[in-house]
């Protein structure tokens, strides 16, 4: 007899997200700016009228009514599900979805890493379906396999992580007119992208948009995520849920940023500005191959002496993340847009690299 399930016994240990912790933190897509001290008067205005000794409140109500309004496309109330993070939504869907053992969860590689960690943890297996090296995929292909009767919940990452890639809408629409089982749409770096399909909840009722408040609202520490998708999808998944799921805390805080998005968004729209210079300069970089993402990160690769990059940077006071797993992105790095100062550092660190690294 175990204590616990037998496939968690077999899965090895707990996740953990192994990064360097350096000067400058360019490995997590986080943002540069702090969202406290951009709304500490706003949020603390606000909590004053909140009492925290008390499990309901009127910011529930009011947190929503904003975030319908921040969602549009005439999203309602009862098309959103909030919860900690846009990984505790995935969490929920896996959980909400599995049958049996042999349930399994379709999404692409490479893809978020820890699709596999949250599938793990519900009891529910996880297929791949490669992408080419040039980053297309077979959509009949992955339909095939979606539409297997031990397939659960089809998952796209859109923009993709860790490739910075937009799938093909072609694509995307062939999957959703072509299954009635449900479709993810992560859409966690939407607002460096632009491109959403919550316009299109409506005529798909098997559609699940998933997004997070960590990248374009700079609230990685906040841990705000939310979905959007038919009322009856929304309450099946409010099932897994626990009662009180997101605190009265955060839910101010949210609140306070959806009130002050100017600021955010104005973030976001620096952030982009600021990728393209970085592209650019990293485009003139003799050795090194990048190509144009649409998230707040760039991919790129300098071969074979990726990994003694990785450790000059390191060495540099400066972390970025390791993204070669996967034979298509082999000896390809990651490194997430900073603020200008941040951004120079990892350039001049690069060009350093190579100028000491000359054949």
């Known amino acids: 007899m175990t204590l616990f399930r037998q496939d968690l016994l077999r899965a090895g240990p707990p996740a953990d997200i192994s990064v360097p912790r350096k000067k ?41 009514k904003a975030l319908v309004d921040y969602v549009g496309h005439g999203v309602t109330g009862k098309n959103l599900l909030w919860g900690n993070g846009a990984d505790d939504m995935l969490f929920a869907c896996f959980l909400a979805v599995k049958e049996d053992n042999q349930s399994f969860v379709l999404t692409h590689a490479p893809s ?8 793990r943890a519900a009891g529910l297996n996880i297929r791949y379906q490669n992408f080419k090296p040039d980053l297309s995929f077979d959509e009949k292909e992955y339909i095939e396999i979606l539409n297997s009767a031990d397939c659960r919940l089809g998952v796209l990452c859109n923009p993709n992580n860790p490739t910075g890639h937009l799938l093909s809408d072609d694509q995307i629409l062939f999957i959703l007119n072509n299954t009635k089982k449900p479709v993810i749409i992560d859409e966690t770096y939407f607002e460096f992208s632009g491109k959403t399909w919550i316009d299109r909840i409506r005529d798909f009722s098997h559609l699940i948009i998933v997004r997070s408040f960590s990248k374009s609202f700079s609230a990685a520490g906040v841990r705000f995520g939310y979905l959007v998708s038919a009322p009856e999808n929304v309450e099946e998944i409010r099932k897994v849920q626990t009662i009180f799921n997101t ?28 990728k393209q210079q970085m592209f650019a300069e990293m485009k003139k ?6 190509w144009a993402t649409f998230t707040n990160f760039q991919t790129f ?4 002496k990726s990994a003694a990059l990785f450790e000059h940077l390191k060495n540099s006071d400066i972390a970025i993340r390791d993204v070669g797993a996967h034979p298509i992105l082999k000896n390809h790095l990651r490194v997430s847009i900073g603020s200008a100062e941040q951004n120079n550092c990892f350039l001049e660190a690069v060009k350093d690299f190579f100028e000491k690294n000359q054949p």
């Open 112 to 119: 978020y890493f820890d699709y596999s960690t949250y599938s």
């Open 285 to 290: 970089i003799s050795g090194l191959k990048t």
């Open 247 to 274: 605190s009265i805390l955060v839910q101010t805080f949210v609140l306070t940023m959806l009130l002050n998005r100017q600021i955010f968004l104005g973030q976001v729209r620096e952030t982009i500005a600021l």
């Open 301 to 304: 690769s300098i071969g074979e």
């Open 24 to 64: 400058h933190m360019l490995c997590l897509n986080e943002s540069p700016l702090d969202p406290y001290r951009s709304i500490d008067e706003a949020f603390h205005e606000n909590l004053r009228q909140v009492s925290l000794n008390r499990y309901f409140s009127p910011v529930t109500g009011e947190l929503k």
